[in-house]
């Protein structure tokens, strides 16, 4: 295959403002779609489909706890070009303020790592 069109697949799986949030949330920390679902106020099948797209270009991993599963990035590195594109955007004089990542508990979250519980409400 072309390597610029693979490269492409990649930035462009990265493309799109709530799967920035979402690299942004687990370059912090692995995160389940219930707990992603509470901090970016999106509907849980929304934040599904731009995991399945985050997941098929490679910039995250899954792992299963139960019937929970746990999203991750599947290099730092991701996170580094993440850091990287806010650095050119500053560089250019944009001025942007990014939200901070909410540091659990996050109130109203139903995951098993805010409430202590052994399963999401999804």
Avoid at 46 to 75: E, F, P, W
Avoid at 84 to 97: C, K, P, W
Wanted: glycine share 4%; aromatic share 4%; proline share 8%.
């Amino acid at each position: 295959m072309n390597p610029y069109r693979e490269q492409a697949n990649v930035i462009k799986a990265m493309g799109h403002p709530t799967r920035l949030r979402i690299l942004d949330i687990l370059s912090e920390y692995e995160a389940c779609v219930c707990h992603l679902t509470t901090v970016l106020r999106k509907p849980q099948p929304n934040v599904s489909q731009h995991l399945m797209v985050l997941r098929q270009a490679g910039l995250v991993t899954d792992r299963r706890d139960g019937v929970i599963i746990y999203y991750r990035l599947a290099d730092e590195r991701v996170a580094a070009i993440v850091r990287l594109t806010r650095r050119v955007l500053r560089s250019n004089g944009t001025e942007v303020a990014f939200p901070q990542v909410p540091v659990s508990p996050v109130p109203g979250c139903p995951c098993p790592k805010c409430t202590g519980a052994a399963s999401c409400s999804f």
